[in-house]
């Protein structure tokens, strides 16, 4: 039987809080949620509109939101559960920095040959290879809103704790090869994220001098429906499983999952990542990937002293993807919903909480001319080393 979860605040919020530290693979300070100046965000927005002046009219309402936005007006509960929804990394590597190819689809099992098969229907009802092939950068810009609450046992398919919803909105840039750089205000709170090819970092508002870091990783975001050429890369090693409705569209489901290898280099000394498994759902009718899943689930030994018990984070990630439009010859989905659960058990306890995310593209250009591998350079605390997350 599922019982609400206490705040973090309660009695138990330094276990609940270290157990999180491991799950958000960051480390979360014990001091209270404090104000920070703005002006380091602004210069990095500033820096990137000036490389890219085409689109600097257009981005400048959006930066004049974001760095007016006052840090530290939401509760750490919220940002904790907003660093896991906004920042979550993919555990395979994405190569954008060569030519898209598809293998012969007779090589492999049945299931995996379907699979390139269905692969191949995307990729033309994506633009195409020529289409995809043109792309060597790009910007996104979004709007986002977000509810957030726990999971009552009484009504466990609606979030509960937290009246109306939260603004904000994201900027996402992508260099080939590897080289990525993302940030999201969302009431007040900040999170950042970020890769140069050969280390990836988050960053929250929350802790600004302190950053997390570990070996380069693609966003979850880029699966979203805005990036098909890392979606094509993703799925090229998938299997098919067998076929679903989702949002009334017959689906074929692509599975992918994680290696004993990768799974045994997410891991820590007190935490085990058991389980991460991703699934796409692509419409027989229209070729598009629908539908994104993506579940973790981390077995971490018990914070609490004398204690040799585990508890369970399950996350898991689902993204509904709609409104798909042609920019460049690429299409891109313009509209999604992506629904974080976050599932704890163990010790006699369990507990479940939930965000929703709504999430509308307002802008997408390809190519940025004159962005350089220096727009993507990370935070000074982070050391250009091989770390394992």
Same mark, same amino acid.
């Given at each position: 039987?599922?019982?609400?979860?206490?705040?973090?605040?309660?009695?138990?919020?330094?276990?609940?809080?270290?157990?999180?530290?491991?799950?958000?693979? %960051?480390?979360?300070?014990?001091?209270?949620?404090?104000?920070?100046?703005?002006?380091?965000?602004?210069?990095?927005?500033?820096? +990137?509109?000036?490389?890219?002046?085409?689109?600097?009219?257009?981005?400048?309402?959006?930066?004049?939101?974001?760095?007016?936005?006052?840090?530290?007006?939401?509760?750490?509960?919220?940002?904790?559960?907003?660093?896991?929804?906004?920042?979550?990394?993919?555990?395979?590597? %994405?190569?954008?920095?060569?030519?898209?190819?598809?293998?012969?689809?007779?090589? *492999?099992?049945?299931?995996?040959?379907?699979?390139?098969?269905? =692969?191949? &229907?995307?990729? $033309?009802?994506? *633009?195409?290879?020529?289409?995809?092939?043109?792309?060597?950068?790009?910007?996104?810009? *979004?709007?986002?809103?977000?509810? &957030?609450?726990?999971?009552?046992?009484?009504?466990?398919?609606?979030?509960?704790?937290?009246?109306?919803?939260?603004? *904000? $909105?994201? +900027?996402?840039?992508?260099?080939?090869?590897?080289?990525?750089?993302?940030?999201?205000? =969302?009431?007040?709170?900040?999170?950042?994220?970020? #890769?140069?090819?050969?280390?990836?970092?988050?960053?929250?508002?929350?802790?600004?001098?302190?950053?997390?870091?570990?070996?380069?990783?693609?966003?979850?975001?880029?699966?979203?429906?805005?990036?098909?050429?890392?979606?094509?890369?993703?799925?090229?090693?998938?299997?098919?499983?067998?076929?679903?409705?989702?949002?009334?569209? /017959?689906?074929?489901?692509?599975?992918?999952?994680?290696?004993? /290898?990768?799974?045994?280099?997410?891991?820590?000394?007190?935490?085990?990542?058991?389980?991460?498994?991703?699934?796409?759902?692509?419409? &027989?009718?229209?070729?598009?990937?629908?539908?994104?899943?993506?579940?973790?689930?981390?077995?971490?030994?018990?914070?609490?002293?004398?204690?040799?018990?585990?508890?369970?984070?399950?996350? #898991?990630?689902? #993204?509904?993807?709609?409104?798909?439009?042609?920019?460049?010859?690429?299409?891109?989905?313009?509209?999604?919903?992506?629904?974080?659960?976050?599932?704890?058990?163990?010790?006699?306890? #369990?507990?479940?909480?939930?965000?929703?995310?709504?999430?509308? %593209?307002?802008?997408?250009?390809?190519?940025?001319?004159?962005?350089?591998?220096?727009?993507?350079?990370?935070?000074?605390?982070?050391?250009?080393?091989?770390?394992?997350?």
């Amino acid at each position: 039987m599922i019982r609400s979860m206490k705040k973090l605040c309660s009695k138990s919020y330094n276990d609940h809080q270290n157990e999180l530290e491991m799950v958000l693979e %960051v480390s979360l300070p014990e001091e209270k949620f404090t104000k920070t100046e703005t002006n380091a965000a602004t210069k990095r927005w500033q820096h +990137m509109f000036n490389l890219v002046r085409p689109q600097k009219d257009r981005a400048a309402r959006w930066l004049t939101t974001l760095s007016s936005i006052n840090d530290g007006s939401k509760d750490k509960e919220f940002m904790y559960f907003l660093k896991i929804a906004a920042s979550s990394f993919i555990p395979f590597q %994405v190569q954008l920095g060569h030519a898209l190819s598809l293998p012969p689809v007779t090589n *492999g099992s049945i299931e995996a040959s379907r699979a390139k098969y269905i =692969v191949q &229907q995307y990729i $033309a009802a994506t *633009g195409g290879f020529a289409a995809m092939n043109t792309v060597n950068s790009m910007y996104v810009v *979004g709007e986002v809103n977000m509810v &957030q609450g726990k999971i009552q046992e009484d009504d466990q398919d609606k979030p509960r704790g937290r009246d109306g919803s939260e603004s *904000g $909105a994201y +900027m996402l840039w992508q260099k080939n090869p590897n080289m990525w750089f993302m940030e999201l205000v =969302v009431s007040g709170c900040r999170v950042s994220a970020g #890769s140069d090819g050969t280390v990836t970092w988050t960053q929250s508002s929350l802790n600004p001098s302190q950053s997390s870091k570990g070996p380069p990783r693609p966003l979850r975001r880029f699966f979203q429906g805005i990036d098909p050429r890392s979606t094509v890369n993703l799925f090229l090693n998938a299997v098919c499983i067998g076929e679903k409705l989702i949002m009334n569209e /017959d689906c074929f489901i692509l599975k992918l999952d994680t290696s004993q /290898d990768i799974l045994k280099a997410q891991s820590k000394a007190n935490m085990e990542t058991t389980q991460h498994i991703i699934q796409g759902y692509f419409s &027989q009718r229209t070729g598009l990937l629908i539908q994104f899943e993506d579940t973790k689930l981390v077995k971490i030994k018990s914070t609490r002293k004398g204690c040799d018990r585990f508890v369970y984070y399950e996350t #898991s990630m689902e #993204s509904s993807l709609e409104d798909y439009k042609y920019i460049n010859g690429v299409n891109i989905a313009h509209y999604g919903k992506t629904v974080t659960s976050i599932y704890r058990y163990g010790q006699g306890e #369990s507990s479940r909480w939930k965000i929703e995310e709504t999430s509308t %593209v307002k802008e997408v250009e390809f190519n940025i001319c004159s962005l350089t591998a220096d727009s993507f350079l990370p935070p000074p605390d982070v050391k250009n080393e091989e770390h394992v997350v």
